[in-house]
């Protein structure tokens, strides 16, 4: 029994470390970053990567390296990554643009409009699982408010216990509704990255195909569908065309 | 008599059928390879949808067709009657390409609704004739070419007959002639058109006549003109015949008074014979994918004019190849940059000269480049491969990566800024620093939605509403039943007094009094009655009625009645206790038989 409690102690305290390090190695790797050894500062970076961990903050870092080194693509991949985290991130956006500059395409971003766009603007005011949270939030003041009503002893507050109960009803739908067709659209919404130098889409996807567009290094597509060696995307500017599965990286992966 | 009749007929019926006659006519059957044939469709009158045959073995040109009419002047019976004759002809020139026996098959023509065939033709081609001489107009002329002149050679030499595709071949063209005759007076210079090639004449700017060897002979020779050729695609090409025209002092063979050689001027068309090349292809192993189809020995620059520069300024960026080659013949790769970095179309200089050994100088692609942003750029390495043909190989030259640095611009590039005059303060972009603090979290997160979690929080709510429905009509049914709350009250109450009994013990009065409660209140409870109706002999009733044992009853009553006097009366501790043990026990006693 003691020697077990020593050994979760010393789990405790290993894990606590561990935590530790990481925190040491981010602040390192930014030591080395401000003194201008981007190689050495992005390998400590990503090696925090690599242990499973994520954080907005981390891919931004990784990705102003790759940007001082000049590799275009892994770049723009790494702010994509990071805005994912956190899409409202200014500081995020702004790099990502610099990034975009040295890019060679410079493909047009067609808006997307009316009824739909509407639509997931509202749902993407939060990530679906803080609506989740708050139709979870919602469900439980419907109950007090019905409570209220149902134990309310004058009509006043009766009444404005029902209107209340109603109103939540209705929150409970809209938000757990919001939820779903939130996460539809992040499970759809799949950017990539071109990694290759210069990669040919086709119309069809096999080789022999018609040409429909050269696209090179850091431009961003998103994949709508995958067939053998071939996804097809779509550029920003709406075109649907066929690419070489390893000429692409999922930002998602 | 009636064979005359019969061969009057024969001769009509003949005469009738001669009248539309449609044939097909060569000048002799038999030709040199290297002659032109002419062909002739006639038929004595206007004829409609003429069909030529197949011409096998045969390249065309034509038809040309010529509608002419004669008149003939009949005198019959001393009247004079015109006739008119119409006809038309239809000339096609042949040039054969091979050697052999070929059939011309029946041409067709439409008259009067009538469909008339032509008879076939046979046509032997044989070896090149040397004496391409069958141009002149008239037979005295051709005959005399026959006779003079048959030294004179008109030659097309070709540099290598098996070249690259984009290899220069050169081609001399030279006129060999005996030393006993002279030629003169060139004139219609008739070039083939080089299909299939890239061609550029050197033209001689004086003709001088040299020494030269021909078939193992001395002969004179003069150099027409040379043709440097760039084979654009691989395969057999032919070369199309030179032919000129020459005024050639040749001997007649006679001398004259003083006993001189007798000269005679003749008229001269010089051909030479059709040649082939056979164009090698380019060896598809190892084909760079940058190839674009240079061919020779060059040198690849990519030079911009400046690296550092504000954003808005523009910087010239030339992309050039050097060297020996097909330089007019490929497309210069061009360079991909940025989008940052604007480019605009290039202007392209060439600077290529074209000595016989083929094309040798300079082309190059300058663009404008102007940087709309401020930041470090990199314009990627630029490939140039040509095919080497000393070494036989592709060879490719990759430039270097050329970094362009800009800062930012004195006259900062917004386009479409309204102008006021109000100051308008820009934010600056800048890029941003790395993050110094973070939190991080695992990669592999769980989604709340979706999750068991998620729908039981939000489910439970829901379900709590019918709970609390259900709880609130059990507590109203209970409230409902009086009787039932009445007794449970008074149960409660006989417990509670007997625990304040317990509690007073040794205190004679209130002890007492709370015994009797207790007491009271186990009888409203069980038998249902008000304090009022608390007589004894009501309760014994009542109690009998309940089935109560005579014993307990009486055993009841008696604790009563000692706990009334006990009240009043001195009591020792030893009492209260034995009254409450007597109360206790009866009280469950009396529970168990009221039922």
Redesign the interface.
């Known amino acids: 029994m003691k020697n077990k409690i020593i050994l979760f102690l010393l789990f405790l305290i290993s894990f606590a470390n561990a935590?530790e390090s990481?925190d040491a190695t981010?602040?390192k790797a930014?030591d080395l970053?401000?003194k201008g050894d981007y190689e050495q500062a992005l390998q400590s970076f990503e090696s925090?990567?690599n242990k499973?961990?994520?954080?907005?903050?981390?891919y931004?870092?990784i990705a102003?390296c790759y940007?001082k080194l000049?590799k275009?693509a892994p770049s723009i991949y790494n702010y994509e990554k990071a805005l994912l985290l956190n899409p409202d991130d200014e500081?995020?956006q702004?790099?990502l643009?610099?990034a975009?500059?040295?890019?060679?395409?410079?493909i047009k971003i067609l808006p997307e409009v009316g009824f739909k766009k509407m639509v997931k603007e509202f749902t993407s005011t939060f990530y679906?699982?803080t609506?989740?949270?708050i139709?979870?939030f919602i469900?439980?003041l419907?109950?007090l408010s019905?409570?209220g009503y149902?134990?309310g002893n004058t009509v006043f507050l009766k009444r404005t216990f029902f209107s209340l109960f109603l109103l939540f009803l209705i929150g409970?739908g809209v938000t757990?509704f919001s939820?779903?067709l939130q996460?539809k659209f992040d499970t759809n919404y799949n950017p990539a990255i071109v990694f290759s130098?210069?990669t040919t889409l086709k119309a069809e996807p096999k080789n022999s195909s018609e040409d429909v567009v050269t696209l090179?290094e850091g431009t961003k597509v998103f994949v709508l569908e995958e067939l053998g060696n071939w996804k097809q995307v779509e550029l920003t500017d709406k075109t649907k065309a066929w690419i070489d599965k390893e000429a692409i990286r999922e930002v998602k992966e | 008599m009636k064979k005359i009749v019969l061969g009057l007929i024969f001769f009509l019926s003949f005469s009738v059928s001669a009248q539309v006659k449609f044939e097909a006519k060569t000048e002799r059957n038999s030709y040199g390879i290297n002659e032109n044939i002419q062909l002739v469709f006639i038929i004595n009158n206007e004829g409609d949808n003429f069909e030529p045959p197949k011409f096998e073995g045969f390249k065309i040109s034509g038809p040309t067709i010529f509608k002419g009419q004669d008149e003939e002047t009949f005198y019959v019976n001393g009247k004079i009657t015109h006739k008119r004759k119409v006809y038309t002809k239809y000339y096609y020139y042949l040039t054969p390409t091979k050697k052999g026996t070929f059939t011309i098959g029946s041409a067709t023509i439409e008259y009067n609704g009538t469909i008339y065939k032509s008879q076939p033709i046979k046509i032997t081609i044989t070896d090149p004739i040397q004496l391409p001489n069958y141009q002149g107009q008239n037979p005295r002329q051709r005959q005399q070419n026959y006779d003079f002149g048959e030294g004179i050679h008109l030659v097309g030499e070709l540099s290598t007959k098996n070249p690259h595709v984009n290899e220069p071949v050169t081609v001399i063209y030279k006129l060999y002639f005996p030393y006993n005759s002279s030629v003169s007076n060139f004139r219609n210079f008739q070039a083939p058109k080089y299909e299939d090639f890239w061609s550029q004449y050197i033209d001689m700017k004086q003709l001088r006549a040299e020494k030269g060897k021909y078939n193992g002979k001395d002969y004179g020779v003069v150099v027409l003109r040379k043709v440097i050729l760039y084979p654009l695609e691989a395969g057999a090409k032919k070369i199309e015949p030179f032919k000129i025209d020459v005024d050639a002092e040749v001997p007649t063979g006679r001398s004259d008074w003083f006993g001189r050689l007798e000269m005679k001027t003749v008229e001269k068309s010089l051909s030479t014979g059709i040649q082939t090349i056979n164009v090698k292809p380019l060896p598809e192993n190892g084909k760079p994918v940058s190839y674009t189809g240079a061919v020779g020995k060059y040198d690849f620059k990519v030079t911009p004019s400046k690296t550092t520069l504000k954003a808005g300024e523009s910087l010239d960026l030339e992309v050039s190849v050097s060297g020996k080659g097909n330089l007019k013949l490929f497309t210069l790769p061009k360079p991909v940059v940025p989008s940052a970095l604007e480019m605009y179309d290039p202007a392209h200089t060439e600077n290529v000269q074209t000595p016989v050994t083929g094309m040798v100088g300079k082309i190059s692609d300058k663009y404008t480049i102007i940087p709309q942003f401020k930041g470090k750029y990199t314009i990627k390495p630029i490939e140039f491969s040509y095919y080497d043909l000393a070494s036989k190989s592709y060879k490719t030259i990759t430039s270097k990566e050329i970094t362009i640095d800009v800062a930012e611009g004195d006259a900062t590039f917004v386009a479409n800024t309204p102008s006021t005059n109000k100051q308008v303060i820009q934010k600056k972009e800048v890029f941003q620093l790395n993050k110094l603090k973070t939190e991080f979290v695992s990669a592999s997160r769980e989604d709340f939605l979706g999750s068991g979690l998620f729908y039981s929080l939000l489910l439970a709510p829901l379900l709590l509403i019918p709970i609390v429905m259900i709880a609130k009509k059990q507590k109203e049914a209970k409230d409902a039943d009086v009787v039932g709350n009445r007794v449970r009250n008074n149960n409660r109450l006989v417990k509670k007094y007997l625990s304040e009994a317990k509690k007073q013990m040794g205190d004679k009065v209130p002890f007492y009094m709370a015994m009797e409660k207790a007491l009271h209140n186990f009888l409203k409870a069980k038998l249902h009655i008000e304090t009022v109706e608390m007589s004894k002999d009501n309760i014994i009733e009542l109690l009998q009625q309940r089935n109560a044992s005579e014993e307990s009853i009486n055993r009841f009553m008696e604790l009563m009645n000692d706990c009334e006097f006990a009240r009043y009366a001195p009591a020792t501790d030893t009492a209260m206790n034995n009254d409450f043990d007597r109360a206790i026990t009866i009280i469950s006693e009396l529970e168990k038989q009221l039922k």
Do not use: P
């Open positions: 935590s990481i981010f602040k930014n970053y401000n925090i990567a499973g961990n994520e954080s907005a903050d981390l931004f870092n102003n940007y000049g275009v500081a995020i702004t790099n643009s610099f975009q500059k040295t890019a060679i395409d410079d679906y699982d609506w989740a949270w139709a979870v469900a439980f419907s109950l019905f409570l149902y134990f409970i757990v939820a779903f996460k130098e210069s090179h």
